[in-house]
């Protein structure tokens, strides 16, 4: 698929900081996982792209276990979770992630229909930057403060 420039692209790479989990939501064949490829391209730091529906990383992304979770990280320093709704208490163990490992950055995504409902608790999860990714030429970036954190809404 051939990537169209957007504002989403810039607007990733402003998020995604240390200790920090930007999830991305958006209905299915949107775009979600093209865009994230496309901010790898630029990303000179060492990075894990896994998929959610993988029965091995949901082992992984499930277990709740701090020591299980720092050896599939690794040594990277940037992790993207793929269909990150298929991850059963996919925001508890994403802040085990940033909790115990505090360089590590992460993006997830999901679709709009589930996406992470889990985090969507903005006290619970103050570490989590949302935002929503819906088809055509998005320009314009609506910031919406909900509870601690900032949606931000690409329409």
């Known amino acids: 698929?051939?990537?169209?420039?957007?504002?989403?692209?810039?607007?990733?790479?402003q998020l995604v900081a240390p200790?920090?989990?930007?999830?991305?939501?958006?209905a299915r064949r949107v775009g979600k996982t093209t865009l994230v490829k496309e901010y790898l391209k630029g990303v000179k730091a060492k990075s894990l792209f896994v998929d959610g529906d993988d029965?091995?990383?949901?082992?992984y992304l499930e277990s709740?276990?701090?020591?299980k979770l720092r050896d599939f990280v690794g040594d990277h320093t940037l992790l993207v979770v793929d269909e990150a709704q298929h991850v059963e208490k996919i925001?508890?163990?994403l802040k085990l992630i940033v909790?115990?490992?505090?360089?590590?950055?992460?993006?997830?995504?999901?679709y709009s229909t589930n996406c992470l409902s889990e985090t969507s608790n903005a006290e619970s999860f103050s570490f989590i930057e949302r935002f929503t990714c819906t088809p055509g030429k998005s320009t314009a970036k609506t910031p919406r403060r909900t509870s601690g954190s900032i949606e931000y809404s690409y329409q």
């Open 1 to 13: 698929m051939r990537y169209i420039p957007q504002k989403h692209l810039e607007n990733l790479r």
């Open 91 to 93: 925001g508890l163990n």
């Open 19 to 26: 200790g920090k989990v930007v999830v991305i939501c958006g």
């Open 64 to 67: 709740q276990s701090i020591s």
């Open 99 to 110: 909790d115990h490992i505090p360089t590590i950055r992460i993006v997830a995504t999901g």
């Open 55 to 59: 029965i091995v990383v949901r082992e």
